[in-house]
C-alpha cells in the first residue's frame, strides 16, 4: 500500500446552495504570490486567472483572495488607499471581472478580504484629515485626539500597536490619531455614520460585480468605547478571556455591524457569505457566526495546536460541541499568511516550551532545530484529519505542495510591519508569503519571467508543481485526491469520537467514514474496512506513528 490512494470522482459544481460556505473547501491565495503575468516580479490578478485550471485540478470550492487594493504595502496590502480599486501593480477592475468569470466558469467562488477596522494613511479620507482642523468632520472618521502632558506631547493613552510600539500617531497640529496595527493604518471611527455608509458601498460595489463573499479582516476590533481616561494598558482586560468590556476588541456593539451587513448580503441571489477573522474566545466567536450577522468565524484552535493528540482532540471536540449547541458552522485552519507554515510547525520541538513556531520567528539565535522531513510528514497527516471534520476547511497556497516556512530570508528583503517595525528582532510573516515554485527552471520557478519579490530557495525546485504533479505520491496528489473523496463522502455533519488509545485521533462521519490518526510512536492497526487514503506508506499492514488514513466499509 503507498499513500495517496483514492477513491471516488466529482468534479467541482457551483450549485446554487445559499449555504454552500458551511461545507466548502476554500483555498487562500496570497495575490502578490501566486503567479505573475506581467514578469515585474509580484504575482497579480491576471496570473491568478491563468492558473485557474489548476485551483480546479486541485478541487477547491472557493478561493480568499488577500487584499488587491492600491496600497503602499506598509502591511502586505492590509493598509488600503481605496477599497473600490485595485493596485496597479496587481491589475484592474477588468482583472477582477475576468478572474470572477473563469473562476466561475469552473464552479468555484470567490470571497474577497475587506479591511474595515483601518484605512491607510494614503487613503483621501486620511488625506483629508490631516489637511483639515481638529475637530472637523473629516477628522472624526478616524479616532484624533489631543495628547497628554502640559503640552499635549505625550500620546493620549499608552495602548500598543499589535506590531509593536505606541497606538497612537502624532500628526504636525500636534494631535495624535489611533492606530492598532502600522502607523500607516489609520484606525477608522465606526460610530461614525458616514463611516458605515461608505462601506455598505463598499460591500455592494464588489457584490454587484459577481464576488461571492467576504473575509472580514479584524472583524473583532471595529466598535470602541473611546470614552475618556482611557484604561491604562496594564489594567486592559486580556482580549481571549473580554466579555465585551475591552475598549477596542469584541465589543457587543459590533454586531450591530454585522447585523447592517446582513441585511445587505441578503439582498443578493444567493445572499453574499462572509467570514470573521475575529480572535475572541471560543465561546464569543458563534456570536460572529451567527446567521443574523456575518455567518462564519474563523476558528484558528487547530492552527494554535502542537501536534499533540490533546491538543488536537481538545480544538476539535470544543469546536464540534459549540457548534451542536449552536447551530454556528464548522471553520478549521492549519495556516494562513499570518503564521509560520504548518509543516514547519510540526517539525519543531513539540515540547511545550515553542509557541506554535513562534519562537522560531525570532532571529536573534534561538532558533530550534527544524526536522523538515517530520514537519512534512505530520503535514500531510494533519491535512487528512482536516478535510475529515465536518464543515469547511480554509487551505493556504502552498501547504498544498507541503512548503515550510522559508526561515533564512535576508533581512533587507523583510517587508512584513512585524520585521521591520521590531528592528528585526522578528522574522514576521514574509516566510509564508514567498511566491510558489510552478516549474523546476527559470527565474522565479515558473512564478513568473523576472526574479520574485521575495527570493524563492533552493528546495522549492523539488517542492514545485510541476515535479508534485508526476509524482503521485506527492502532497501536491494527496491534497487533490482528498479534496475528491470528501467530496463524495461528507455529506453531513455528524461526527462521532471512536474509543481508543490516547495517541491515536480517530473519528467516523455518516456513512461510517472513519479518518484515524497515529501520534504515538509505534505503528498500530488499521480499522477493519477499505482503505481509500493514506498520508504515508502503511508498515506491514500497520499505520505507522504520524500517519493518517481514510477508511471507507467494505463494499461502499
Ligand atoms: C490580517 C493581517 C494584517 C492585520 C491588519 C490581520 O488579521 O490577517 O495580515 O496584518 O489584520 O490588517
Not at 490512494?5 to 446554487?16: H, L, Y
Not at 496597479?88 to 477596522?117: C, E, F, K, Q, W
Not at 493528540?309 to 492549519?334: E, K, Y
Amino acid at each position: 500500500m503507498t499513500g495517496n490512494v483514492a477513491t471516488g470522482s466529482g468534479d467541482a459544481m457551483m450549485t446554487d446552495d445559499a449555504q454552500w460556505w458551511r461545507r466548502a473547501v476554500v483555498y487562500q491565495v496570497y495575490p502578490r504570490s501566486f503567479a505573475d503575468s506581467n514578469g515585474d516580479g509580484i504575482g497579480d490578478l491576471a496570473g491568478i486567472t491563468s492558473r485557474v485550471g489548476y485551483l480546479r485540478d486541485l478541487g477547491v470550492d472557493a478561493v480568499w483572495l488577500s487584499p488587491f487594493y492600491p496600497s503602499a504595502l506598509a502591511d502586505g496590502g492590509y493598509d488600503v488607499d481605496d477599497h473600490r480599486d485595485v493596485d496597479r501593480t496587481l491589475g484592474t477592475l477588468d482583472d477582477v471581472d475576468d478572474l470572477v468569470t473563469a473562476l466561475h466558469d469552473v464552479g468555484i467562488r470567490l470571497v474577497i478580504d475587506v479591511v474595515p477596522n483601518h484605512t491607510s494613511d494614503r487613503h483621501a479620507w486620511f488625506r483629508e484629515a490631516l489637511a483639515d482642523q481638529p475637530g472637523s468632520a473629516a477628522r472624526e472618521r478616524y479616532v484624533f485626539r489631543d495628547g497628554t502632558g502640559a503640552d499635549g506631547s505625550r500620546p493620549p493613552s499608552d495602548w500598543q500597536s499589535l506590531f509593536g510600539g505606541p497606538a497612537w500617531t502624532r500628526v504636525p497640529d500636534g494631535q495624535w490619531y489611533l492606530h492598532l496595527f502600522a502607523p500607516q493604518q489609520p484606525d477608522l471611527d465606526w460610530s461614525n455614520h458616514e463611516v458605515r455608509d461608505d462601506f455598505r458601498r463598499t460591500l455592494r460595489f464588489w457584490a454587484d460585480r459577481g464576488v461571492d463573499g467576504f473575509r472580514v479582516d479584524v472583524a473583532h476590533g471595529l466598535a470602541k468605547d473611546l470614552t475618556e481616561p482611557f484604561t491604562p494598558a496594564s489594567d486592559l482586560p486580556d482580549p481571549m478571556l473580554a466579555d465585551g468590556s475591552h475598549p477596542y476588541w469584541d465589543r457587543d456593539e459590533v454586531h450591530d455591524i454585522y447585523a447592517e451587513w446582513r441585511h445587505l448580503f441578503n439582498e443578493y441571489d444567493p445572499p453574499r457569505s462572509a467570514v470573521a477573522e475575529a480572535s475572541v474566545h471560543h465561546t464569543r466567536r458563534p456570536r460572529y457566526a451567527s446567521p443574523d450577522g456575518l455567518g462564519q468565524a474563523f476558528n484558528f484552535d487547530l492552527l494554535a495546536a502542537r501536534w499533540d493528540p490533546d491538543d488536537l482532540r481538545d480544538a476539535i471536540s470544543t469546536n464540534v460541541a459549540q457548534s451542536t449547541a449552536t447551530g454556528a458552522s464548522l471553520t478549521w485552519v492549519l495556516s494562513n499568511h499570518d503564521s509560520v507554515r504548518h509543516a514547519t510547525r510540526y517539525g519543531l520541538p513539540q515540547d511545550g516550551d515553542h509557541d506554535v513556531g513562534q519562537e522560531w520567528l525570532l532571529s536573534n539565535g534561538t532558533t530550534p532545530a527544524l526536522d523538515r522531513d517530520l514537519g512534512r510528514r505530520r503535514a500531510r497527516a494533519a491535512v487528512l484529519l482536516l478535510l475529515a471534520l465536518p464543515g469547511s476547511a480554509y487551505l493556504y497556497q502552498g501547504e498544498e505542495l507541503g512548503l515550510h516556512e522559508v526561515g533564512d530570508l535576508p533581512r533587507h528583503v523583510l517587508q512584513d510591519p512585524l520585521a521591520t517595525q521590531s528592528g528585526g528582532a522578528q522574522k514576521g510573516r514574509d516566510g509564508c508569503r514567498v511566491p510558489l515554485p510552478w516549474t523546476r527552471e527559470g527565474p522565479s520557478l515558473g512564478f513568473g519571467d523576472a526574479p520574485p519579490h521575495l527570493p524563492q530557495p533552493d528546495w522549492f525546485v523539488d517542492a514545485s508543481v510541476a515535479v508534485q504533479a508526476a509524482d503521485p505520491h506527492s502532497t501536491l496528489r494527496l491534497y487533490r485526491d482528498a479534496i475528491r473523496c470528501r467530496r463524495t463522502l461528507g455529506d453531513t455533519d455528524e461526527m462521532q469520537w471512536h474509543d481508543s488509545t490516547p495517541d491515536v485521533l480517530h473519528f467516523v462521519r455518516s456513512g461510517g467514514w472513519q479518518a484515524i490518526a497515529n501520534l504515538g510512536s509505534t505503528p498500530i492497526p488499521v480499522p477493519d474496512g477499505t482503505i481509500v487514503l493514506t498520508s504515508a506508506p502503511l508498515l506491514d499492514s500497520l499505520l505507522p506513528p504520524d500517519t493518517a488514513a481514510w477508511i471507507i466499509p467494505n463494499g461502499s
